[in-house]
Structures are given as structure tokens and as C-alpha cells.
Nanobody, 127 residues
Framework: QVQLVESGGGLVQAGASLRLSCAAS????????MGWFRQSPGKEREFVAAIKLNGGSTYYTDSVKGRFTISRDNAKNTVYLQMNSLKPEDTAVYYC????????????????????WGQGTQVTVSS
């Protein structure tokens, strides 16, 4: 259905901002729930944020609420993660994910429920 390519990661100092982008190749992008997950070495994959359909519903993990914003531009087949006030603990590989069948708040937070994943982009936040 879709292929996903993340970009926008990098090395920044604490307090800085980054905007991650995830470009999708699918023909029905606007119908997909899109999620961002992150993973650090030795840690489980962690849900970060998700957005449904045309952006009507968004979801965030508690640790990023008020700092990160997920959005989508369906005309560009792209989902974004605006990350402000970055902290060293935000350091991780960030992955974009997509699924057509997710409906509940629990499902959109569960990485195991997503069918499509990007390759990841590294975000490193220094002190």
C-alpha cells in the first residue's frame, strides 16, 4: 500500500528544535493512520505520536506532550513531527509507521498494529 521514508534527523543541543518528515508513496495516504515511534539501543520501541485520517485526531505519549506536534499534509503525502524543546532523553532512532485499519486510541499507540514502517532517522540531542 505505502512505502515510507523518514528524513530530518540530526544532532542538536538540548532545547533546540527539529522537524522530522515522513514521505509516503501510497495512493491512499489520506486514509492511513500515521504514527511516529522511537527506539534507543537496549530499549523497547516507544510510541511517540499518531495522527488519523485528515488530522482529526492526534495522540501523544505523555513525555512529549506540549513539546512535539504531529501533522500531515495529504497533498504532499507527508507526515511531520515537529519536535521542540528537545531533551537528551529524546535521543533515538525515529520511525514512521502507517496503517489503514487502526481505530481505537489503544491501537494507534501499539507499534505491533502498524503494517508499514520506514527505515528510521537518527535524532541525537546533546547536553
Amino acid at each position: 500500500q505505502v512505502q515510507l521514508v523518514e528524513s530530518g534527523g540530526g544532532l542538536v543541543q538540548a532545547g533546540a528544535s527539529l522537524r522530522l518528515s515522513c514521505a509516503a508513496s501510497g495512493r491512499t495516504f489520506s486514509r492511513y493512520t500515521m504514527g511516529w515511534f522511537r527506539q534507543s539501543p537496549g530499549k523497547e520501541r516507544e510510541f511517540v505520536a499518531a495522527i488519523k485520517l485528515n488530522g482529526g485526531s492526534t495522540y501523544y505519549t505523555d513525555s512529549v506532550k506540549g513539546r512535539f506536534t504531529i501533522s500531515r499534509d495529504n497533498a504532499k503525502n507527508t507526515v511531520y513531527l515537529q519536535m521542540n524543546s528537545l531533551k537528551p532523553e529524546d535521543t533515538a532512532v525515529y520511525y514512521c509507521a502507517a496503517d489503514l485499519s487502526l481505530k481505537s486510541p489503544e491501537a494507534v499507540r501499539d507499534g505491533g498494529r502498524y503494517d508499514y514502517w520506514g527505515q528510521g532517522t537518527q535524532v541525537t540531542v546533546s547536553s
